[in-house]
């Protein structure tokens, strides 16, 4: 099992992975074949189109701000929550987005960004991205499919994407299992403990310092996020008008 505790525990905007990184990664990556085509400059306007899951219930799970967002350049990993909800309010006021962060297109959220309950053929959570010039042609269009995880793939890897997210690569572990009876041989055999068994596992893609940086950049956000939750009140975003119940939770 070549699985790393990286490929398990990601940051993102939340609250799904499924729903709001791949969404915003797709945009990233929409954003990035813009620029290689040598179009980016051109684009008068985007379209999106969220199928199937992700039309039913983009809403309330953000989808939509995490395409918007990732269209102007924003990254699941280092996009500041506090920039969020300020930057998507100016957007809409403005009817304005700025692609990549350098290149402002009109964008009118209700009629470019569209919430379709049918599914694309392929997978139930699909995207459509649609790219125009000023006369209105469509400079490039794109398919991707939020697969799980966090992890997306385009119209021309979807056929492939079950191998493509959970294939082990040819790496070889000092002690590959894939069942808790084959871990804990290792465990008896070696003298090691769960965690250390894990360890050696991860320091054949990266070293240990590495290791236990990423591991504690991923708690340094956990902690301001449970800090963020108990000092703002009203309620949650999305649109379902959830109340916060860790404020008052935390001051009694």
């Given at each position: 099992?070549?699985?790393?505790?990286?490929?398990?525990?990601?940051?993102?905007?939340?609250?799904?992975?499924?729903?709001?990184?791949?969404?915003?990664?797709?945009?990233?990556?929409?954003?990035?074949?813009?620029?290689?085509?040598?179009?980016?400059?051109?684009?008068?306007?985007?379209?999106?189109?969220?199928?199937?899951?992700?039309?039913?219930?983009?809403?309330?799970?953000?989808?939509?701000?995490?395409?918007?967002?990732?269209?102007?350049?924003?990254?699941?990993?280092?996009?500041?929550?506090?920039?969020?909800?300020?930057?998507?309010?100016?957007?809409?006021?403005?009817?304005?987005?700025?692609?990549?962060?350098?290149?402002?297109?009109?964008?009118?959220?209700?009629?470019?960004?569209?919430?379709?309950?049918?599914?694309?053929?392929?997978?139930?959570?699909?995207?459509?991205?649609?790219?125009?010039?000023?006369?209105?042609?469509?400079?490039?269009?794109?398919?991707?499919?939020?697969?799980?995880?966090?992890?997306?793939?385009?119209?021309d890897e979807i056929e492939s994407a079950e191998q493509a997210v959970h294939d082990d690569d040819d790496t070889v572990l000092p002690y590959p299992f894939e069942t808790m009876e084959q871990l804990l041989g290792h465990c008896n055999a070696s003298g090691l403990s769960i965690s250390e068994i894990m360890m050696a596992n991860e320091t054949v893609h990266r070293?240990?310092?590495?290791?236990?940086?990423?591991?504690?950049?991923?708690?340094?956000?956990?902690?301001?996020?449970?800090?963020?939750?108990?000092?703002?009140?009203?309620?949650?975003?999305?649109?379902?008008?959830?109340?916060?119940?860790?404020?008052?939770?935390?001051?009694?």
């Amino acid at each position: 099992m070549n699985i790393s505790v990286f490929d398990l525990f990601k940051i993102g905007i939340g609250p799904s992975s499924s729903h709001t990184v791949g969404p915003m990664r797709a945009a990233l990556d929409f954003v990035a074949k813009l620029r290689e085509r040598g179009c980016l400059q051109q684009v008068s306007g985007v379209k999106i189109e969220l199928f199937g899951s992700l039309g039913a219930t983009g809403v309330g799970h953000g989808s939509g701000p995490a395409v918007i967002l990732g269209l102007e350049g924003q990254a699941p990993e280092t996009i500041d929550p506090a920039y969020m909800q300020p930057r998507l309010d100016e957007i809409k006021q403005q009817a304005k987005l700025s692609l990549d962060g350098e290149h402002e297109i009109s964008f009118v959220e209700d009629d470019d960004l569209l919430y379709i309950f049918a599914p694309l053929p392929q997978h139930p959570n699909g995207m459509r991205f649609s790219a125009r010039d000023a006369a209105g042609i469509c400079l490039y269009t794109r398919e991707y499919f939020s697969v799980g995880g966090g992890f997306v793939v385009d119209e021309d890897e979807i056929e492939s994407a079950e191998q493509a997210v959970h294939d082990d690569d040819d790496t070889v572990l000092p002690y590959p299992f894939e069942t808790m009876e084959q871990l804990l041989g290792h465990c008896n055999a070696s003298g090691l403990s769960i965690s250390e068994i894990m360890m050696a596992n991860e320091t054949v893609h990266r070293s240990a310092e590495e290791v236990r940086q990423g591991l504690l950049d991923i708690w340094h956000v956990m902690q301001a996020c449970v800090q963020r939750g108990c000092d703002i009140d009203g309620t949650l975003p999305g649109g379902l008008n959830v109340k916060r119940r860790a404020p008052e939770l935390y001051k009694s």
